[in-house]
């Protein structure tokens, strides 16, 4: 997992829109350290800029969203998902 710089606040379009971890924590309802555990296990996309830590909006909305009919979802498959569809962004 690469650390990335933050650009500036707004620059970003709404889907790629960042949040401290702390604000992810709460609104996944799991704790700072979870996610942070997580991060290291290579299932959260996180970016850390001088010691802050923040999630992707977009990330915490594929986690929130409802299953599909007839199938659960687990964290571990949402990141797999997700990072499949921002892989060619991470690249870059």
């Known amino acids: 997992?690469?650390?990335q710089a933050i650009p500036e606040r707004g620059a970003?379009?709404?889907k790629e829109r960042v949040v401290p971890i702390a604000?992810?924590?709460d609104r996944l309802g799991q704790s700072v350290w979870t996610l942070k555990r997580k991060f290291?296990?290579?299932l959260l996309p996180v970016l850390i800029s001088e010691g802050n830590w923040l999630v992707y909006?977009?990330?915490i909305e594929a986690v929130?969203?409802?299953p599909r009919p007839g199938e659960a979802r687990r964290?571990?498959?949402v990141a797999r998902e997700w990072f499949a569809?921002?892989?060619s962004e991470a690249v870059a």
């Open 1 to 3: 997992m690469s650390i």
């Open 12 to 14: 970003l379009p709404r």
């Open 23 to 25: 604000v992810a924590s």
């Open 40 to 42: 290291w296990r290579g």
């Open 57 to 59: 909006e977009s990330f």
């Open 64 to 66: 929130l969203a409802p």
């Open 75 to 77: 964290f571990e498959d």
């Open 85 to 87: 569809a921002h892989a």
